[in-house]
């Protein structure tokens, strides 16, 4: 096994581990240099995916594949087509963001089933104005509206001798170029080594070839680029003119545009036919806040869709992050920013059994965190009338930038004012500890109760951290983790620079071994 970093060096170890690998299957599998040269070997990881010229072909075919039924094969899911019913910005408009409730409306013959704490994945479609630029670069191309297939030649050793025949490839159904780049090709992820060595050898401008070989070669060089710029297909066919790229190199060499995943905001005993969802909108600018504005591709397409619009998705479980069956027992939820997501679909639950069941569950803590009191605190009327139905005993808020106040985040508030409680809910009563959203915040979260439990408990730092692993094997302990999305180019830059040293150690050693 090799471990990669996406933020720096993956694509250098990827490289050594590769060679390693494929070292250790020639030992394995007894190929010794009888079977073939090194190149044959080398070749054989390479062989079939390697875009080259005459080795692909479209076929014309009848009929277009229905877009979830398409989804569900690319993606082994059972991918359905749901509906957008309403879209409402929950911010301030003078905030200058936007963090939706998007709520989608799953049909009638379809089969949805969630539970709160679940997540949904949706399958986003590409900005169109980027899928035109794209195409507007591309050589080769069919006609707008042929509904194509992908066919590759395939070679094959028979006893008669080598003999080839075009095969249809299986990645892509059958689809127009402009439905495979709105729906089943990632063209804003910053291409890849590979890609942008394809590109090299197809640019006829000397200067561009070069520029495009430097950049597949230092990991550092595409790295500093990649974070700098961060750009897209079209960025890049936009900035290497003479590069003439074949429909075919970018269909079959694309990386498949994945799902996004979203904490389910809603109960499904609420809403038996609805599922909502809390999304904050992806904006940032490139080069460092100076460079062209950039929209997060499924957060934005969301904001764009207008009601009645199809939403293709799917429910992924999260059996770690569902609430106790045994509604007696209490729970702290914190969750800053679009972290409070799934506790919307924890209260509507809780309001449920409370008013429609006629059960009394223990009521929960919420620490919730934003910015400004009076722009972005997140369903803050909803929280309220929960709390005065039961379903809350107490509500805290972190305001991190009110003008005049101190600066606390989620973590300091569970720090200074709720010690003693915490350490009572999970030692003494069995309670569950929920932490939703941000890496960073979720880590410092992590430790700020592992201090608390070390004073509390009396007991040293390391055996608190064994007490929390145990909470986390009793199912007790819940994380809902999105990725970097707090304070993004900060914290990336800062793990970067660690990741850096760390990675220039390895490759040292490697280099030594
Ligand atoms: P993309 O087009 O995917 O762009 C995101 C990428 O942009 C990042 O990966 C990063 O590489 C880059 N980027 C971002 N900011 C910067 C910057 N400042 N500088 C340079 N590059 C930057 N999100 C929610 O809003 N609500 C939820 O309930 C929610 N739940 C989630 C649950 C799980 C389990 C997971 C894994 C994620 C969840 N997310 C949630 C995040 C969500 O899945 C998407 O990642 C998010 O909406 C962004 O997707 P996008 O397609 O809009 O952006
Ligand atoms: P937010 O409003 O930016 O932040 C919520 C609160 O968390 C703020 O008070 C913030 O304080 C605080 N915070 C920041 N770092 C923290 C830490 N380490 N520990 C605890 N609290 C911390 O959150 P949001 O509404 O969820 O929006 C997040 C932003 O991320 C959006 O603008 C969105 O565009 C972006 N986003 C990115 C992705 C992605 O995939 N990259 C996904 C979703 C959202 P500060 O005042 O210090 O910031």
Redesign the pocket.
């Known amino acids: 096994m090799g471990e990669g970093d996406e933020l720096c060096g993956q694509e250098d170890l990827f490289c050594v581990w590769s060679k390693n690998i494929f070292k250790a299957a020639c030992e394995v599998f007894c190929i010794d240099d009888d079977h073939g040269g090194q190149d044959d070997k080398n070749s054989i990881f390479h062989n079939d995916s390697t875009w080259k010229p005459n080795k692909y072909r479209f076929s014309i075919v009848a009929e277009v594949t229905e877009l979830a039924a398409a989804l569900c094969h690319l993606h082994k899911r059972k991918v359905v087509e749901t509906r957008i019913i309403s879209r409402q910005n929950l911010l301030h408009e003078s905030s200058g963001r936007s963090?939706i409730l998007v709520c989608l409306q799953i049909g009638d013959t379809q089969e949805l089933n969630y539970v709160p704490g679940d997540?949904v994945g949706i399958h986003?479609t590409n900005q169109e104005e980027l899928v035109e630029k794209v195409m507007e670069r591309m050589e080769e191309l069919p006609a707008f509206n042929d509904v194509i297939r992908v066919e590759t030649l395939l070679e094959t050793q028979t006893e008669q001798g080598p003999q080839r025949k075009w095969v249809s490839e299986k990645r892509l159904p059958p689809c127009t170029v402009f439905q495979a780049l709105s729906h089943f090709l990632d063209i804003?992820t910053p291409p890849s080594p590979e890609l942008l060595e394809s590109f090299a050898e197809l640019a006829t401008d000397p200067k561009e070839k070069k520029e495009l070989e430097e950049l597949t070669q230092g990991t550092h060089k595409y790295e500093d680029w990649k974070?700098e710029c961060?750009p897209t297909i079209a960025d890049v066919l936009e900035e290497f003119q003479s590069v003439r790229v074949p429909a075919s190199l970018l269909l079959t060499q694309l990386p498949l545009l994945q799902p996004?995943?979203?904490?389910i905001?809603s109960s499904p005993d609420v809403y038996p036919s609805e599922i909502h969802?809390?999304?904050?909108?992806?904006k940032?600018r490139?080069r460092r806040d100076q460079g062209p504005v950039?929209?997060?591709?499924?957060?934005?397409w969301l904001n764009h869709i207008s009601p009645g619009d199809t939403v293709p998705c799917f429910i992924r479980r999260?059996p770690l992050f569902h609430l106790p069956s045994d509604i007696s027992v209490p729970c702290m939820l914190v969750g800053p920013g679009?972290g409070i997501?799934?506790y919307r679909s924890f209260w509507q639950q809780r309001l449920y059994e409370i008013e429609n069941q006629g059960w009394k569950p223990c009521a929960m803590i919420l620490i919730f965190g934003c910015r400004h009191s009076q722009m972005d605190h997140l369903y803050k009327e909803e929280v309220m009338v929960a709390k005065e139905k039961g379903v809350f005993k107490e509500i805290y808020t972190a305001y991190s930038r009110d003008p005049g106040w101190k600066k606390v985040y989620v973590q300091e508030i569970i720090q200074t004012q709720l010690p003693v409680e915490l350490f009572h809910i999970l030692n003494s009563m069995k309670g569950h500890l929920y932490v939703c959203g941000d890496v960073t915040m979720a880590q410092e979260v992590a430790k700020t109760v592992q201090e608390i439990i070390a004073a509390q408990g009396d007991m040293s730092l390391n055996d608190a951290a064994t007490y929390i692993a145990k909470l986390q094997d009793e199912n007790r302990y819940h994380e809902?983790?999105?990725?970097?999305?707090l304070r993004?180019?900060e914290v990336?830059t800062k793990i970067r620079s660690t990741s850096l040293t760390c990675w220039q150690g390895t490759k040292s050693m490697i280099g030594s071994a």
């Open positions: 963090t997540h986003p804003t974070w961060v996004r995943y979203y904490s905001s969802l809390t999304v904050a909108v992806l940032y490139t950039r929209h997060g591709v499924c957060s934005s999260a679009t997501a799934p809902d983790i999105f990725g970097v999305t993004t180019r990336t």
